[in-house]
């Protein structure tokens, strides 16, 4: 990247690890070898590979939604701190990318508004604007086993725009937003 004219280097590294892909990350997440904590420290080396570096390339991993709920991303201990593994990513990284997977703003007690909300406060409270980036999902995905309220690709594009208007009209007065 160095090496590569300005107009040619890249802007950022989007970070897209699954960790949650294996049975291991259903293993008590407190745990000092859990995957959890294997993953925040591979994040971490790439922090740190890129600040000895010298480069300014924003870090910004790809989250699920549930990093933030679910019991095998809480009490997740790294670097002496216990928290949610959401936590400790966007304490390390420049900005997230929230796999908010929803096919409405609001829907019940879910959709991409309340799935992204504990991101965005958490973000405001460390003091890290436009650093919380939401994801949404607009592929078929009729033969991966996904259910059907995940995907905007059976609603269209003018539903899907008005939904992500929702999203963006609440997010907007908050500074830890960073866009769809």
Request: no cysteine; proline share 10%.
């Given at each position: 990247n160095i090496a590569s004219d300005p107009d040619e280097r890249f802007d950022g590294v989007n970070v897209d690890i699954e960790p949650?892909?294996?049975p291991d990350f259903k293993i008590d997440p407190s745990a000092p070898d859990s995957l959890q904590v294997q993953y925040l420290e591979v994040l971490e080396k790439m922090v740190h590979r890129r600040d000895v570096s010298g480069q300014?390339?924003?870090i910004?991993?790809?989250i699920p939604r549930w990093y933030d709920?679910?019991?095998s991303a809480k009490n997740v201990t790294f670097n002496g701190q216990t928290k949610w593994l959401s936590e400790h990513v966007q304490d390390m990284s420049d900005y997230i990318s929230i796999m908010d997977y929803w096919d409405a703003a609001l829907r019940g007690t879910g959709g991409i508004i309340p799935f992204?909300?504990?991101e965005i406060d958490y973000a405001e409270t460390i003091g890290k604007p436009n650093s919380v980036v939401i994801g949404v999902e607009t592929k078929d995905i009729a033969d991966s086993g996904d259910p059907y309220y995940i995907t905007f690709r059976q609603?269209?594009?003018t539903y899907m725009e008005g939904e992500l208007r929702k999203v963006a009209d609440h997010f907007r007065s908050s500074p830890?937003?960073?866009g769809i």
């Open positions: 949650y892909s294996s300014n390339l924003p910004g991993p790809a709920t679910s019991d992204a909300q504990g609603q269209g594009r830890a937003y960073g």
